[in-house]
């Protein structure tokens, strides 16, 4: 039971550059969310996906697609990156509330991406 | 909307002294309540939760208890590690207006335990 994985672990992308971070979890959770660490800001959640072939927007979307195609994977594309996007991604899930009637999320080990 | 204040670290602490980080929320409705340790070079995990006002949530020698009437959910420990130097993130679930819950985070305190 690996939990949630996410990949790279590291990326270095120039300005207009485009990529996609891969989330993966083994636990059947039906929720997925992906999230940015920055310094004094805590984490804020960028897009989230209630079930396989659904997503929603977070608090800070802007520059970011997501997609759900399988119930295990949550992709984050940046179509064209910029500095300000320079950040810890950490993915994250959870079983949904009527499911298990708690709520806590498992999270991925990050993701550190630098645009130059 | 809703949001949880943490106290600015880092919090500099001697081995086996007593703990306390403090966490304050502004809420609507009845949130659950949350503390999220992250070990340096790793993601979040769940220290401990708590459901509704009262409860303690407790957890490797942690404690928490979710107090409504002063919105808070401080974090204590009577023995500190230095295996638990970390950051220390307080966090809220917050149904918002669809209806989905999401966790709305602190902005982490940092502990620091020297030998």
């Known amino acids: 039971n690996a939990g949630v994985t996410q990949t790279p672990k590291f990326r270095v992308l120039k300005t207009g550059q485009s990529m996609t971070l891969l989330c993966a979890q083994d636990?059947?959770?039906?929720?997925m969310y992906w999230y940015r660490q920055d310094p004094g800001m805590g984490l804020r959640l960028i897009h989230y996906?209630?079930?396989?072939?659904?997503?929603a927007k977070g608090e800070v979307p802007d520059g970011y697609n997501v997609s759900r195609l399988k119930k295990q994977n949550f992709l984050l594309g940046l179509e064209s990156a910029a500095p300000s996007q320079t950040s810890v991604y950490f993915c994250?899930?959870?079983?949904?509330?009527?499911?298990?009637?708690?709520?806590?999320?498992?999270f991925g080990p990050g993701t550190r991406l630098t645009v130059t | 909307g809703d949001s949880v204040t943490q106290m600015e670290g880092p919090v500099t602490l001697s081995e086996e002294a007593f703990l306390t980080i403090n966490c304050t929320y502004t809420?609507?409705?009845?949130?659950?309540l949350f503390w999220y340790v992250q070990y340096p070079g790793e993601g979040l995990q769940l220290l401990l939760k708590?459901?509704?006002?009262?409860d303690k949530g407790s957890n490797k020698g942690f404690e928490a208890t979710y107090r409504k009437e002063t919105t808070s959910f401080h974090l204590e420990k009577g023995s500190v590690q230095v295996s638990d130097s970390a950051v220390y993130f307080c966090?809220?679930?917050?149904?918002?207006?669809?209806?989905?819950?999401?966790?709305?985070f602190g902005t982490g305190t940092r502990l620091l335990v020297s030998p």
């Open positions: 966090a809220l679930s917050d149904r918002g207006n669809t209806g989905f819950q999401k966790l709305v």
């Open positions: 996906s209630v079930g396989e072939g659904t997503t």
């Open positions: 994250a899930s959870s079983y949904s509330i009527r499911d298990r009637g708690s709520y806590e999320q498992y």
């Open positions: 708590a459901t509704k006002a009262d």
């Open positions: 809420a609507t409705g009845y949130p659950s």
């Open positions: 636990m059947n959770h039906e929720y």
